[in-house]
Every structure is written in C-alpha cells, then in structure tokens.
C-alpha cells in the first residue's frame, strides 16, 4: 500500500481522535419547559446532570414533569449529535464514515 495513503489515514485518525477528546469535554444544555428542567451533556452523549425547578414539582402532576424530563433530555441528545456530526464533518470532508 502507498506510504502517503496510511500516512493520510494516521493524520485523520488522529485528528478523529482529538475530537473525540474535546467532544468529551465539551458540555451542551437541554431544556424544556421554559428552562424549568435542564439536562447537561457532554459531546459524547453523556449525561452528566439534571436540574429540575423546584415550581414544577407537583405529585399531582407526575406526568408532566416526566414529559418534561423526557424532552429536556431529547433536546440536549440533539445538540450533542449535532456538535459532533459537525465537527467530524470538518475532518471527514462529509464524508459519512460508519460508527462516527
């Protein structure tokens, strides 16, 4: 195989690399409600916390604050995935690769 080909692969794989890490490092915030639920995040998809105001804690309503959760969580995932489609994008050239 061409040297210049696996040194090209080593580049990018380092590069997807580096990305990786800062996308680890890197938190994002969901919310719904108004900001009365908030999820953070990192890069990678890891939730890293939950806050919930305490105004929408309400026995009667259970229902609403799961929904509540449900979508503050929808929403951090969203910005998680995106943050990363972008910054892979920036090294694969858009080139869609498996499993990044």
């Not at 210049?4 to 690399?17: C, F, P």
């Not at 990305?19 to 953070?40: A, D, P």
């Not at 916390?49 to 959760?69: C, F, G, R, T, W």
Request: charged share 25%; no cysteine; proline share 2%.
């Amino acid at each position: 195989m061409n040297q210049r080909i696996i040194k090209q692969a080593q580049e990018l794989q380092a590069r997807m690399a580096k990305i990786q890490e800062e996308l680890g490092n890197t938190t994002l915030e969901g919310s719904s409600g108004g900001g009365t639920v908030k999820v953070t995040i990192t890069g990678t998809q890891e939730i890293q916390a939950v806050k919930i105001s305490p105004e929408v804690v309400n026995a009667q309503e259970v229902e609403m604050l799961e929904d509540l959760v449900l979508a503050a969580i929808k929403d951090a995932v969203t910005k998680s995935q995106e943050l990363a489609n972008k910054k892979m994008s920036a090294v694969t050239g858009g080139l869609k690769i498996p499993g990044m």
